[in-house]
């Protein structure tokens, strides 16, 4: 999101709303990713720990097939253990969902495939065939839709693509509902056209919800459910012609409830949700649904229900018993026309001749969640739901918080929000998915300044906040003109020789020892088209912001003076350990530079060339990329000359650290992977065993353990394979037979091979994997047992 300023007839660029700057100078904190469920919940692909499925046997002659459990899951990744092996971890195997040969329970029998327990199951369970009985009447096999194509390996999220339709149930009459077509897909939350309100007047166009919003069905849903498929009122029937959705979500069982028509009780207003007023039970459709209408005694007379309705079941957020707000130190807005200076209940009641909804009504509160005043979180605004703004937590009661949007043209009161709202994002949820943020605007002392606010994806349009329609109209024009100039810095000369296409981020790609697998995920499918200039550097920064050390990969992408681009210097910012950093970074300007440009940046970051670039990876990438270990990749795709680690010679450099945030000074890590900056260009891989190369580098690394273990020597171990050949999980499943198991997972996320078990340290594992000296010493004691074994066995 780029921001723009003008003063008169002057503009410049701005730094852009950054959330690191913005707690740092507000001197606040965000609320934890995790307590946002939804948001977690829709990068999940369905698999579950606990689940049972069938898988080839690979090992055994005939290829049979065998049940196995989920024991992690790790993206598109799944750790699996044959069924038989119960809590022994020793058999535990990693496989790729995409790749892997798997089916739900029963699917072997039903195919005529054979089905035979591992020689391991065999060996520890005679009556293996029993075991097979009970594994197959388990209710826990894994649903067959999610492995089946195009649903599996991939999150809800990526299937609810634009033109996909969904039944959308009314929202005052439960067993109504309506075809809607997905418009837009921005991290799950959903932009609803209703099929056939083109030109009707008072119609809503497009309904903003999240994915999983209880009102959303996929298609089919009514007929099964018994309700009829009837459009919104004034809304003539047309044909519709529907197709398959991906909207594979398993909606919440909905419990009974004991409300009845007539009672009272407090409700927040869906439509405005700033204050707590007396609401009745107006209908009960049914032992599941019943409508709530906020009291207004203005109209109660003329109208039943001449205040704002909304439908309700027994967990429904927004509804409360009567005195809630009394006990909570709350205040409670009375209906309008109420007569009296204070509200009071007992007077409502008998005024009303109602009764109030009796306590076991609503369930029981819980306080469990990780909210706490003046946390920063981004909300969307209920006014406009098509803005999602920079919020501050101002109040906290039970499940409920109280927030304030921030950006806001006119001041509005503060929302009432339940913690599990779906209209409640993470900070920075918005970048991540490409979408514009509302943010607070500086004020300023001096002149009056127009800011206007470019979305990433759509660099030609643009919002402009706080414009004074009295504003002189020549300053207007010129700040209308030089915002042109920035956003097309070549106008007139042909725009499509510099709008850059859509940049493609292939998560499935090889991501290379400095970005983060998991981050990658998380980033849009893609950014732009665009000004190239902006798109790329849009780009950039969220592959800093990826990185398991931005400030490492910032320096690698900083501008080299032996290779230039000849193309746009711009200055890129990163943030590690409270320290931030700057650096000048080329950027090409022209389209037909993009591709190479991204290319080149993929080889100096030592990822897969096509990991981020104008061509989508669909299925398998043409590098092959994923067959590769990550210093088997290095050296295919890694930078041939080595280089020196720490600062650049000379001791200059445009990279600028900045003043580190007060507090306890902590002890600088060193790089886990930098053996690889300190490589020749030949890989190991391709080094004959016994050489002088192996033998001194395995001299070298090994010193650095002596007198740690001078009381006991290594237990001699005898290898299979080299550990040169060791995969991660080669790796992962030696440390798990060790008693260092619990640190196996270290070994996962860090993608340690068996080259780099090889040459790692005791200071190395101490500092980079945060380990205290007792368990550094231990881990290090079964990494000298493997160095030693190598040596013996392979490098002699």
Request: hydrophobic share 35%.
């Amino acid at each position: 999101m780029c921001v723009f300023v003008t003063d008169g007839d002057s503009a410049q660029d701005v730094c852009d709303f950054n959330w690191d700057d913005y707690l740092e100078e507000t001197g606040t904190v965000s609320v934890p990713h995790h307590a946002f469920k939804h948001v977690d919940q829709g990068l999940q692909t369905g698999l579950t720990p606990g689940m049972k499925l069938e898988v080839c046997v690979r090992s055994e002659a005939d290829s049979p097939y065998w049940v196995a459990n989920i024991i992690t899951t790790c993206s598109q990744l799944l750790l699996l253990r044959y069924e038989g092996y119960q809590d022994d971890r020793r058999a535990d195997f990693w496989c790729d969902i995409m790749t892997a040969d798997l089916h739900p329970l029963g699917w072997s029998r039903q195919n005529g495939k054979t089905v035979r327990a591992p020689e391991g199951v065999r060996e520890k369970h005679q009556d293996w065939e029993a075991l097979l009985e009970r594994a197959l009447a388990e209710e826990c096999s894994v649903p067959a839709n999610l492995l089946e194509l195009p649903q599996r390996g991939r999150d809800p999220v990526e299937l609810l693509c634009a033109g996909c339709y969904v039944e959308l149930q009314d929202s005052a009459d439960p067993g109504l509902a309506w075809a809607a077509e997905v418009e837009e897909n921005v991290g799950g939350r959903l932009k609803l056209r209703l099929v056939g309100t083109e030109g009707l007047p008072d119609t809503p166009a497009t309904v903003w919800l999240f994915y999983l919003h209880p009102r959303l069905h996929p298609p089919g849903w009514a007929k099964e459910h018994g309700c009829t498929l009837r459009p919104p009122s004034e809304l003539k029937m047309t044909p519709v012609y529907v197709c398959v959705c991906c909207l594979s979500q398993d909606q919440p069982a909905i419990a009974a409830h004991c409300f009845k028509e007539g009672m009272k009780l407090e409700a927040v207003d869906p439509a405005a949700p700033i204050s707590i007023r007396p609401a009745t039970v107006t209908k009960v459709f049914n032992e599941q649904y019943f409508l709530v209408t906020m009291d207004d005694l203005c109209g109660i007379e003329e109208s039943e229900g001449a205040g704002r309705s909304f439908l309700c079941h027994r967990d429904s957020p927004g509804i409360f018993p009567a005195q809630w707000s009394l006990k909570n130190g709350l205040p409670l807005s009375p209906p309008p026309g109420y007569q009296g200076p204070d509200f009071d209940w007992a007077d409502y009641l008998k005024q009303c001749e109602a009764e109030a909804a009796p306590q076991h009504c609503f369930p029981t509160e819980q306080c469990d969640h990780s909210f706490k005043e003046a946390m920063k979180l981004e909300a969307v605004n209920p006014l406009s739901p098509e803005n999602i703004h920079v919020a501050t937590v101002t109040r906290v009661k039970g499940q409920y918080m109280w927030l304030s949007l921030e950006g806001l043209k006119q001041p509005m009161p503060e929302l009432i929000v339940h913690v599990d709202s779906l209209d409640i994002f993470p900070v920075s949820w918005c970048e991540t998915n490409g979408y514009p943020l509302v943010y607070p605007i500086k004020p300023s002392v001096e002149k009056e300044r127009r800011i206007a606010v470019v979305q990433p994806e759509k660099q030609s349009h643009w919002r402009i906040h706080d414009c004074d329609i009295s504003a002189d109209c020549l300053s207007v024009c010129l700040f209308f003109r030089r915002l042109y100039l920035i956003l097309s810095p070549c106008a007139g000369q042909g725009i499509g020789k510099y709008c850059c296409p859509k940049i493609y981020f292939n998560h499935r790609c090889f991501s290379g020892p400095y970005l983060n697998k998991g981050r990658i995920t998380e980033l849009p499918q893609f950014i732009g088209p665009g000004n190239c200039v902006l798109v790329l550097k849009e780009v950039l920064t969220l592959l800093i912001n990826s990185a398991y050390k931005p400030s490492r990969v910032l320096r690698e992408l900083q501008l080299d003076q032996e290779s230039r681009w000849q193309g746009h210097g711009e200055t890129l910012k990163a943030k590690y350990k409270g320290k931030s950093y700057r650096a000048t970074v080329e950027i090409v300007r022209t389209a037909d530079r993009v591709a190479d440009f991204c290319r080149k940046t993929c080889i100096k970051l030592e990822c897969c060339p096509n990991l981020f670039g104008p061509r989508m990876v669909l299925e398998r990438c043409s590098e092959n990329c994923s067959v590769l270990t990550k210093t088997k990749y290095t050296y295919y795709y890694g930078k041939k000359k080595s280089k020196r680690v720490g600062r650049p010679p000379g001791g200059h450099s445009n990279l600028e650290g900045g003043v580190k945030r007060r507090g306890r000074r902590r002890k600088r890590r060193k790089q886990l992977f930098v053996h690889k900056k300190r490589r020749s260009s030949a890989s190991v891989d391709n080094t004959p065993a016994g050489s002088p190369q192996v033998t001194h580098t395995f001299s070298s690394l090994s010193s650095t353990l002596k007198g740690t273990s001078k009381t006991e020597p290594p237990q001699k171990l005898c290898l299979d394979t080299s550990p040169l050949e060791w995969s991660v999980t080669d790796v992962v499943r030696f440390i798990r037979t060790t008693d260092c198991a619990p640190l196996a997972r270290i070994f996962l996320d860090q993608e340690i091979d068996g080259q780099a078990l090889l040459l790692l340290n005791l200071p190395t594992v101490q500092e980079c994997m945060d380990l205290k000296l007792g368990p550094a010493i231990k881990l290090c004691h079964h990494i000298e047992r493997v160095k030693l074994a190598f040596y013996q066995q392979f490098a002699t």
